[in-house]
Nanobody, 125 residues
Framework: QVQLVESGGGSVQAGGSLRLSCTASGTTYSSYSNYCMGWFRQVPGKEREGVAN???????YYTDSVKGRFTISRDNAKKMLYLQMNSLKPEDTGMYYC????????????????WGQGTQVTVSS
């Protein structure tokens, strides 16, 4: 099994930037390299939203609301996942979760079996 821990959240003003990190443990390099990795966010009372994901071959997907502002990346050797968030908006506020599933591809963005504890991102106007 994989344990995921997010870090890098915080409170910023609109227009600012944050870089989220996700560290994976309890798995090997080869196993991690065969995981689809993704970032999700959620506000209480609202459906969880897929923000971005990345395949083992580093093909990426972004939800329309973050295209051009967020960049997802991964370092398979370090077993880490990142989300660079620029030009942040108040509507980006939420709890951000790192997730993984045992598939080299990400589509469809379901069946993520491993989740981190979340890191809070708050963007003020």
């Amino acid at each position: 099994q994989v344990q995921l821990v997010e870090s890098g959240g915080g409170s910023v003003q609109a227009g600012g930037s944050l870089r989220l990190s996700c560290t994976a443990s309890g798995t090997t390099y080869s196993s991690y390299s065969n995981y689809c990795m993704g970032w999700f966010r959620q506000v209480p009372g609202k459906e969880r939203e897929g923000v971005a994901n990345i395949t083992t071959s580093k093909y990426t997907y972004y939800t329309d609301s973050v295209k051009g502002r967020f960049t997802i990346s991964r370092d398979n050797a370090k077993k880490m996942l990142y989300l660079q968030m620029n030009s942040l908006k108040p509507e980006d506020t939420g709890m951000y979760y790192c997730a993984a599933k045992s598939s080299p591809s990400c589509a469809p963005a379901i069946n993520f079996g491993y989740w981190g504890q979340g890191t809070q991102v708050t963007v003020s106007s």
